[in-house]
């Protein structure tokens, strides 16, 4: 193995540029050659690579996004846009790929392995929903976010006495909902894994207003329904000043918070490892704070398992 391809693909997340940045240097270390693959896989069928150098990776560490840029590019599932893609690679003389994505992008990285071109996928999404790892990179940095938006969501609703449903994104997965409700002090944490009594909720609010309290929080996760919706719903079972709030894309942004960072490093360094022992298809996870790696054709049928007894600790500190 003499040269190496990197892509980012599927939504941006905060440490993915760390990742690449690790990739980068620890194969340089190991008298590799780095190349760029810029917009996911988009980029590999059009042949948009560019080489990297350690100097080029320099003060990227810090940066929210990813400079080699992302995309959503659904032609890839196609059998023949595959193999563009592999030719390419053989034409740049790439011998194998670090792909950092989510679910999705895992596919096309087992598409590459089995065309011959060794790949390994590193888990780059804000929403924590991939199966066999307790952590994905840019999660941290994502919950961080949105704690310091509903922190300011609070002061307002406070001085209006409101309640506020603030939605949270993860796609099918309630981990940001759930890590972000916990760190806010959330009346209640609404996710898609869960069933729900909205009856129950507003009679925790009005309870809250009861005791004194100046405000309330709805944390809901993106899968459940929308904010305006389940503010709807709410009405039906309390007199609420309540306001819908979505907090969108700027959870994919910024800079990535310390975990991020250092575990993007350690995840970029061991892919590069995994493919100097000539590995490929597999996905590199977490378990209890250590790096795992599992078949990426398992991850298709797993299932992500949230930490749901955040849940269970917010039920038990309200009051029945
Ligand atoms: N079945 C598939 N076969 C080959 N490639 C795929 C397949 N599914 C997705 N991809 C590629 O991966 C890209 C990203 O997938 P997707 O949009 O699902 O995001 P993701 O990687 O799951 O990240 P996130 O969910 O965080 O946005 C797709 O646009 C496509 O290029
Ligand atoms: O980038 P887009 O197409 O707006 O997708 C948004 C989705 O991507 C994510 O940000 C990451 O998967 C989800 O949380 C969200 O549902
Ligand atoms: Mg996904």
Aim: some cysteine.
């Amino acid at each position: 193995m003499k040269r190496i391809g990197i892509l980012t693909s599927g939504g941006d997340a905060p440490g993915m540029n760390a990742a690449i940045r690790a990739v980068t240097k620890t194969a340089i270390h190991h008298g590799l050659e780095v190349m760029g693959i810029r917009y996911g896989f988009a980029g590999l069928v059009a042949g948009d690579f560019v080489p990297l150098t350690a100097e080029d990776v320099d003060h990227t560490i810090n940066q929210g996004g990813t400079f080699l840029y992302s995309a959503r590019y659904p032609e890839f599932a196609q059998e023949n846009v595959q193999k563009k893609g592999a030719e390419q690679l053989r034409k740049h003389g790439i011998d194998a790929v670090i792909v950092i994505g989510g679910d999705g992008s895992y596919h096309g990285a087992l598409a590459l392995t089995r065309l011959g071109i060794n790949s390994v996928g590193l888990p780059g999404t804000i929403d924590n929903d991939i199966p066999y790892t307790e952590y994905t990179i840019g999660y941290d940095s994502a919950c961080r976010t949105a704690m310091d938006a509903i922190d300011k969501i609070r002061d307002t609703a406070s001085s209006h006495h409101r309640v506020f449903i603030v939605n949270v994104m993860g796609r099918e997965c309630g981990d940001i909902a759930m890590r972000v409700g916990v760190a806010s002090g959330a009346d209640a944490i609404v996710v898609p894994e869960r069933d729900y009594d909205i009856k129950k909720i507003a009679k925790t609010l009005k309870q809250g207003f009861a005791d004194g309290k100046d405000h309330g929080l709805v944390v809901l996760a993106e899968g459940v329904m929308s904010a305006d919706d389940f503010r709807k719903e709410l009405l039906k079972y309390g007199d609420f000043d309540a306001r819908a709030n979505v907090l969108g894309h700027m959870q994919r942004g910024g800079s990535p918070t310390v975990a991020d960072r250092v575990n993007a490093t350690k995840m970029g360094n061991y892919a590069v490892n995994l493919l100097l022992d000539g590995k490929g298809g597999l996905a590199v996870g977490m378990e209890n704070g250590k790096l795992n790696t599992h078949d990426i054709l398992d991850l298709f049928d797993g299932k992500h398992e949230g930490d749901y007894s955040l849940l269970d600790v917010n039920e038990e500190m309200t009051k029945d």
